[in-house]
DNA sequence: GTCGTTGATGTAACCGTTTACACGTAACAA
DNA sequence: TTGTTACGTGTAAACGGTTACATCAACGAC
């Protein structure tokens, strides 16, 4: 009770307590096999008394490595920036690791970037925005990093979701349910989600045989809003509406209404991305899910094998080599005839 | 080009390169005033030439400070994390501070917190599920700390949002609007933030004179929409619904829209949070606003300046002696008869 | 009885920084 | 000239761990 007032005890304080040396408090802790068991139990106690924690800076010197990860993600907003977090952090601590977050604000972090060096044994990097040479020059050399949704060639394993599939599929479900003529929102050019989206909901009915106009959007309601009056007046013939993400597809499912469109018998609506409005909004929105926390797991993953092994990994990094995580098909009421009740 | 292929120059290297001794290598790069220009500049080219970066450990070793501040949050969804993230890292990017983020999932967190002592200064704990006595425990001693919405009394600054207060004023807000019997849709028991709404609901409800009944919920759609039947089926007599935060709100909403109660002109619906999803549910959710960003940046601050004085900030803790966060009140639709256009 | 051998423990060097102190030099006052 | 000062720079000792190597005791084989 009255002997733990010291602020911090370091492991020659343990061994002074213990009466052993310095080396045998750290093999004891470290789970070193050449320990005799009493002896270990002892400095496990007084380590335990004494509120012994080694201390994380002297350790990665001597060690050489960190055991914290470093995350630089973009200035994201709700959903997608919490999950992608939580499937980190489950990870981490499986690992044993510690997460250090940097949020991309703005102009700053060229030098935010070099300065996590000493701090972390490896980057997650999402920089969607960035280029290739931009990111390479700000990014310490040497570091294992893995790359989300970035450009591919990066030095680092990359991971993405597979939005070309999961457009393609989308499509499929489109053409089953009865389409035959596909109006695509597609998202901001320059953007690589967006990209991607179209060119895979492009190819996916081509092979199918059916038509696709691609309407130029932005990813805003308005813009879903905007191609939704245009198929409405008749100026697109579609019988689906298919928006490169949620936001546009809302926006269209409400100007359809607004127009005295019937969704799905007229037109069917899809979405891309799953945002909890999704499933709120009447009749509910069929869309893309991507498993957000998972790909942040994987992420981790990835990073932590090649981090105990920088050449693994390396070979997948050239062409089109990223693994990639495929969205799921989230059916609900805009693309089905039926008219549910329950909405899942 | 080709000199910096070394994968981790240090300070001696720099020190070489530049014909100077490790000394005024570092009294170079960290600007201290007795350097001579012409020395601070060679030492700097050769720094950025070589890509020196300072070792994060052994700085933290010598300085016995680390320049990273902790956050242990709960397992929290969507925007009320994100943004809360997002404030911080704004301060601790301007204090030149690192973030480290935990989430406190499940059972575990016993022994995390715990290691997190020697790799932070300082912490910023929100737990509202645990208790002082608990949180005590795990917490390493002597560390600065700032609390989120937790249990008063803690050694450290405290810092919430004023719950009560919040409630308060909605309540008013109903009554204002013309509401004379209100059902409170309360959060799931033992969740602190919950509790206080009820309660300042309750006490304001009483203040003025209107009726109040509390229904029980845990804070999902699913039980907003439960409390909503419960009203729409008469079997809980309201002209007024307030739920303790906004998931439940829309519920409610959708389910007396789908039980043919118009909203807001038989019953009022009002919610807690403002999440983005408030304003685009139609009508659109009257809330009460916090700004969860200025709540994180806050805590920082308060954390950032415990840590260079650890006296200041100690006075404040007692009683009730936690700085608070009054939310704002935001008038949508959901509780004004007028049928405005516009959404704020 | 001596000599390996083996296993448990201690000693001390090292990881990369910061900084108190020592030292050398130049400017200036006496 | 000789002290005194002030200033710029170097030397070396921390900081708190890990671990190669040395040491030492116990034991069995000869």
Redesign the pocket.
């Given at each position: 009770m009255s002997t733990r007032r010291m602020p911090?005890a370091?492991?020659?304080d343990v061994a002074r307590e213990a009466?052993?040396?310095?080396?045998?408090v750290?093999?004891a802790?470290?789970g070193h096999e050449?320990?005799?068991p009493e002896?270990r139990a002892r400095v496990q106690e007084v380590a335990a008394r004494l509120g012994?924690v080694?201390?994380a800076g002297?350790?990665s010197?001597?060690?050489?490595r960190t055991s914290a990860i470093g995350v630089v993600l973009p200035d994201l907003h709700g959903e997608f920036f919490s999950e992608l977090l939580r499937g980190m952090d489950r990870e981490v601590a499986a690992q044993g690791l510690a997460l250090l977050l940097t949020v991309l604000q703005d102009g700053r972090g060229l030098n935010t970037l070099a300065a996590l060096r000493g701090q972390v044994d490896g980057l997650v990097v999402m920089a969607p925005q960035l280029g290739a040479a931009e990111l390479r020059a700000q990014l310490p050399a040497g570091l294992p990093a893995v790359f989300l949704n970035c450009v591919p060639g990066l030095a680092g394993a990359a991971l993405r979701v597979d939005n070309a599939a999961g457009a393609a599929a989308m499509v499929d479900h489109l053409v089953a349910a009865g389409a035959r003529t596909i109006a695509h929102v597609a998202g901001p050019v320059g953007n690589v989600d967006a990209e991607e989206r179209r060119a895979g909901a492009v190819a996916a009915a081509e092979r199918a045989g059916v038509a696709l106009t691609v309407v130029q959007g932005d990813f805003t309601e308005a813009s879903g809003a905007a191609a939704a009056a245009q198929v409405a007046r008749g100026a697109i013939r579609a019988d689906a509406l298919f928006a490169a993400n949620d936001a546009m597809a809302i926006g269209a499912l409400v100007a359809l209404k607004g127009h005295g469109v019937a969704v799905p018998r007229q037109v069917r609506v899809a979405g891309f991305d799953d945002i909890p409005l999704a499933r709120l909004v009447t009749p509910a929105l069929t869309t893309m899910r991507v498993d957000i926390a998972a790909l942040g797991a994987r992420a981790v993953q990835l990073l932590a094998r090649r981090i105990v092994a920088p050449a693994e990994g390396l070979v997948e990094v050239d062409p089109a080599g990223a693994e990639a995580i495929v969205p799921r098909l989230v059916v609900r009421d805009t693309t089905t005839e039926t008219d549910r009740e329950t909405q899942s």
């Open positions: 911090n370091t492991i020659r009466q052993v040396s310095v080396a045998s750290s093999r802790l470290n050449r320990v005799r002896l012994y080694p201390h002297a350790r010197l001597s060690l050489a």
